[in-house]
C-alpha cells in the first residue's frame, strides 16, 4: 500500500514563504512523476504543479507560475513545493499526489491522472 504524507503547512503573511513537504513509502517512488494540488471551500480541487521521475521536466497553473517551484529527492522518497511571495489567494489544503502511470502524461493537470493521494496540509496566507 502507498502512503504519501505531506508537512509543512502552516500560517504565513503576504509576500512570505514556506517549503511543503510529501514523503511516499514503498521503493517505486522513482518510477512514477508526482503533483501537487489544492483545493479551497466550495472549489474543486485544483492543479497546482508536477514534476516527471527524474524531476526534470516540471509544470505549473498559470496562477503559481514564476513563484512556486517543485523539486523531488528521490533517494529519500520526498516531493517538495517551494512556494514564494505568498498571495491570500493561495490559501487552501494543498495534496501531493502520485501519477497513476509512471510518466507525466497528458492527463497531468487532472486529478484522474493520479492514484494515490495524501491527506493535505493546510496553508494559510494572511493579507
Known amino acids: 500500500q502507498v502512503q504519501l504524507v505531506e508537512s509543512g503547512g502552516g500560517l504565513v503573511q503576504a509576500g512570505g514563504s514556506l517549503r511543503l513537504s510529501c514523503t511516499v513509502s514503498?521503493?517505486?517512488?522513482?518510477?512514477?512523476?508526482m503533483g501537487w494540488f489544492r483545493r479551497t471551500p466550495g472549489k474543486e480541487r485544483e492543479f497546482v504543479a508536477a514534476i516527471s521521475r527524474n524531476g526534470g521536466s516540471t509544470y505549473y497553473a498559470d496562477s503559481v507560475k514564476g513563484r512556486f517551484t517543485i523539486s523531488r529527492e528521490n533517494a529519500k522518497n520526498t516531493v517538495y513545493l517551494q512556494m514564494d511571495k505568498m498571495k491570500p489567494e493561495d490559501t487552501a489544503v494543498y495534496y501531493c499526489a502520485k501519477s497513476a502511470v509512471g510518466p507525466l502524461t497528458s492527463l497531468y493537470r487532472a486529478t484522474n491522472g493520479y492514484d494515490y493521494w495524501g491527506q493535505g496540509t493546510q496553508v494559510t496566507v494572511s493579507s
Open positions: 514503498g521503493r517505486t517512488f522513482s518510477s512514477y512523476a
